[in-house]
């Protein structure tokens, strides 16, 4: 550390181990002024000279494991200062059959163990017939192969190979997720060759899936449904979202978790009676935390003017007529403004209709708005009405046009 803070401050170091605790002092290796981190080599908990086949870098099972390794390391470093090292290769021992794990066989007379790149085993598992450990938590598969030598001549041998696929990698994932460890490593990149599928789990366990949420419509009339959709990409059933609003798009409240079903989607059905914003939180099931917030959404509210009396064509009422005009405003709560209600009155001169007045009205407690009008003018009149917005809701659309004739 001191030797790199000389050059520059700011990089960062690792340090490699086994998974054998005892074997180091871990504290004081990554302590102030030492490393930032421990590379854990979560392979080769089996050798060459095993006496049974097995996986390589088992995460659970009966003999000491990764899982068993990660577990004492954080007895004594915090989860951030670990990262657990996966193998992109796996092995092959010759062995007596092709059982699981079967007891192998003198390499000399039947063929040395080698360690096989993951593109070269999943090759022979495509060519051979891919199997699962489902206790050690480890991709195999058994083949036939000769092996010829000088002083036994030509035999014929089962050959184990336990190899990490995308399953088994992504269990191992699964553990350093959980954990909260600091990251995960790969022995080697490049072993893979070409073969884009241990990217992809890659993707699928650390990537942030996009989360998308929508709305069946932007803007409603009070008292009307909206549909929201939330769907997370690359998860599978039963994942948890939690569906949030908020009126300032700062400060956010629950709205409910719903499980996503099997393509990853899920509905959820509200009746706002304001103008709000909405997003989805995925949940990680296991530790509770956030893993992806969709974009946010807006509904707008527009509130309701019904406007009374309601006619049926034209009135025709005598000069000098008084009317009053009720206009009903929904929603009508104590716990928001109350939209003032606009009314404005038309008068047709010279053939253009010409506004004669405009009145803004506060409705009472109940959300009830009265305008009173004296016709003072012979021929055709109208008058309508709208509830004017308010920080929570918008304006409403307007009311029906109320003809009169004045004569």
Same mark, same amino acid.
């Given at each position: ?205 650390? =990537?942030?899936?996009?989360? /998308?949420?929508?709305? *069946?419509? !932007? &803007?409603?009339?009070? #008292? $009307?449904? +909206?549909?929201?959709? @939330? ?117 047709? =001169?010279?053939?253009?209709? /010409?506004?004669?007045? *405009?009145? !803004? &009205?506060?409705?009472? #407690? $109940?959300? +009830?708005?009265?305008? @009173? ?35």
């Amino acid at each position: 550390r001191a030797e790199f803070d000389a050059i520059a401050p700011g990089y960062e170091i690792t340090v490699d181990t086994t998974g054998y605790v005892g074997n180091y002092e871990l504290a004081n290796l990554v302590a102030p002024g030492a490393a930032d981190a421990i590379f854990l080599m979560g392979y080769d908990f089996r050798t060459s000279g095993a006496d049974n086949a097995g996986a390589i870098a088992p995460i659970s099972g009966e003999i000491y494991d990764v899982a068993d390794a990660v577990r004492s390391f954080l007895r004594y470093i915090p989860p951030s200062a670990l990262i657990v090292g996966v193998p992109y290769y796996g092995r092959a021992w010759s062995t007596v059959s092709d059982e699981p794990n079967a007891r192998t066989q003198t390499g000399t007379r039947y063929g040395s163990s080698v360690a096989t790149e993951y593109q070269t085993a999943a090759t022979l598992a495509e060519e051979n017939g891919r199997r699962y450990d489902s206790v050690e938590q480890s991709a195999w598969t058994a083949y036939r192969k000769d092996n010829c030598s000088s002083t036994y001549g030509c035999v014929t041998t089962w050959r184990e190979l336990y190899y990490d696929d995308p399953e088994s990698l992504g269990a191992k994932y699964d553990l350093v997720n959980q954990l909260g460890l600091r990251g995960m490593g790969i022995w080697a990149l490049g072993y893979d060759g070409t073969r884009p599928e241990l990217w992809d789990v890659l993707a699928d366990k650390f =990537l942030v899936p996009p989360l /998308t949420l929508n709305a *069946s419509s !932007d &803007v409603i009339t009070w #008292a $009307s449904q +909206v549909t929201l959709t @939330a769907h997370l990409g690359g998860t599978i059933a039963g994942q948890q979202v939690e569906l949030q609003l908020s009126r300032d798009n700062v400060a956010w409240l629950p709205l409910g978790r719903l499980a996503l079903g099997p393509d990853g989607s899920v509905t959820h059905l509200i009746t706002p009676y304001e103008n709000c914003y909405y997003r989805a939180i995925a949940i990680d099931p296991a530790t509770g935390l956030t893993i992806a917030t969709s974009d946010t959404v807006r509904v707008v509210v527009r509130s309701i003017a019904i406007q009374r009396p309601l006619l049926n064509g034209v009135k025709s009422v005598a000069l000098g007529t008084g009317a009053r005009f009720v206009t009903t405003v929904r929603p009508a709560r104590v716990d928001t403004p109350m939209p003032a209600v606009r009314y404005v009155v038309y008068r047709l =001169l010279d053939g253009r209709w /010409t506004e004669q007045t *405009s009145q !803004d &009205v506060v409705p009472d #407690a $109940s959300g +009830v708005a009265v305008f @009173a009008l004296a016709f003072n003018g012979r021929g055709p009149w109208y008058v309508r009405s709208m509830a004017l917005p308010t920080p929570f809701n918008a304006n409403s659309s307007w009311g029906p046009v109320l003809r009169y004739n004045v004569q």
